[in-house]
């Protein structure tokens, strides 16, 4: 999982004052990227008591890529976070896969609205194989 490396270093999301003590629930933007970014680096199975919980990125990753599985491979994400991500609506029209055949990667952009505060936002990250 390098790609998870990269952003959380030192901006962990562990506000917990920010959000939970009002509201009881954790809704701002860099919980619910690294949400995301935790379904999506999650392959099925990994949860011991939760097999079902993850996506099929890391096991489609590594096949070979052209538009077709490009595309299996973002339904198959989208799917994931809207299955475990419901403090979000995707917006699945706008979310793109970008495929870089000679650098083996691909770059995931997945926007999305925060149901709470109507705030919109991105994630996007580029995946080395």
Request: with cysteine.
């Amino acid at each position: 999982m390098p790609f998870l490396d990269q952003q959380y270093e030192d901006n962990w999301a562990y506000d917990i004052d920010k959000n939970f003590k009002s509201r009881g629930e954790l809704r701002d933007e860099k919980v619910i990227s690294q949400s995301i970014e935790m379904i999506l680096a999650t392959s099925y199975g990994e949860r011991l008591f939760n097999p079902n919980f993850g996506s099929p990125l890391w096991a489609q990753l590594f096949e070979n890529m052209n538009e077709n599985t490009g595309e299996e491979l973002l339904n198959g994400c989208i799917n994931a976070i809207k299955r475990w991500e419901d403090r979000i609506q995707l917006l699945e029209d706008e979310a793109s896969i970008t495929v870089f055949i000679d650098q083996n990667a691909i770059r995931l952009s997945l926007p999305y609205v925060i149901l709470r505060s109507g705030k919109t936002a991105v994630w996007e990250k580029k995946i080395f194989a």
